[in-house]
């Protein structure tokens, strides 16, 4: 297995981040196994260190995302079947169809799950699965979204938590009393740091020169890492609630540029990769 070219510094958080960005851009759409060499040669190109880089292998495999066996002195990992589906919805919510932004019929989700600040480990995995599904939190326990059709993902969080005993949903539209409906999305959703967060994403890979092999690849992941980020900050508002959203063409932008690198951060994966 050859070492990288040259060992970078990583835009990326973690290892941990890394190594999911691979498993999903990477792995998934293969469903073959992949050596320890060829995660870590790419970990370490991206560049986490050797033992941080194992860890978060060793701590993906405890978890259930992938599962070890063994061929010859090499160990070879492959994704779960959970997990696989997982990748598989996710792609959906990462790069949605934006056709469809126009169409709303004014209706929202609604969904009241107040937990004390004493629970802290639970309110962080609530928070954690409403942002991924799109809900803004304009209020202390209130949740909203205009995707009505995410209801068995807020219930599904909500059992999952134990949460239902003292849990209020419903659907509708905002009736002529208290703030107007453009206030609650503004308290919702920090839309000035969403723009912001995309400026910079876009100045950091547009205009990029034509990429290929080592390059294409880890500029790829970097900005696959990034854009998997993307849905817990931006709710993918209809046209109607945001006219006139600039975020919209940069995510388009960002998309088309992923599309480019594709080929060629493919090809050199599966040049260090050799999958059987």
């Given at each position: 297995m050859p070492k990288p070219a040259e060992t970078k510094t990583s835009s990326i958080g973690s290892a941990r981040s890394a190594l999911i960005s691979i498993l999903g851009e990477f792995v998934a759409p293969y469903r073959r196994p992949v050596r320890t060499a060829a995660l870590l040669y790419v970990l370490t190109g991206l560049g986490f260190g050797e033992p941080?880089?194992?860890?978060?292998?060793?701590?993906?495999?405890?978890?259930?995302?992938?599962?070890?066996?063994?061929?010859?002195?090499?160990?070879?990992?492959?994704?779960?079947?959970?997990?696989?589906?997982?990748?598989?919805?996710?792609?959906?919510?990462?790069?949605p169809d934006m056709s469809g932004s126009s169409r709303w019929d004014g209706r929202w989700l609604v969904v009241i799950a107040p937990i004390p600040e004493s629970h802290r480990a639970m309110r962080k995995k609530l928070y954690a699965a409403f942002r991924w599904a799109g809900f803004g939190n304009p209020s202390p326990g209130v949740w909203v979204t205009p995707h009505v059709d995410?209801?068995?993902?807020?219930?599904?969080?909500?059992?999952?938590?134990?949460?239902?005993?003292?849990?209020?949903?419903?659907?509708?539209?905002?009736?002529?009393v208290g703030i107007p409906e453009n206030e609650l999305v503004h308290r919702s959703w920090d839309l000035a740091m969403v723009a912001?967060?995309?400026?910079?994403?876009?100045?950091?890979?547009?205009?990029?020169?034509?990429?290929?092999?080592?390059?294409?690849?880890?500029?790829?992941l970097e900005l696959a890492d990034a854009l998997r980020h993307t849905p817990y900050m931006d709710p993918q508002l209809p046209a109607a609630l945001l006219p006139n959203w600039t975020g919209l063409d940069v995510v388009k932008r960002l998309q088309n540029l992923r599309a480019e690198w594709t080929p060629a951060a493919h090809a050199h994966w599966l040049s260090i990769a050799r999958l059987d």
């Open positions: 941080a880089s194992r860890q978060a292998i060793a701590r993906a495999g405890a978890s259930g995302l992938i599962t070890a066996e063994r061929d010859g002195r090499q160990t070879k990992w492959s994704l779960t079947d959970q997990a696989h589906q997982l990748f598989v919805e996710g792609v959906t919510r990462v790069f995410r209801l068995p993902e807020a219930k599904t969080a909500i059992d999952s938590l134990g949460l239902s005993s003292n849990t209020i949903s419903f659907i509708g539209s905002p009736a002529d912001n967060t995309y400026d910079e994403l876009l100045a950091r890979f547009d205009g990029k020169r034509p990429l290929s092999g080592e390059e294409a690849l880890f500029a790829h």
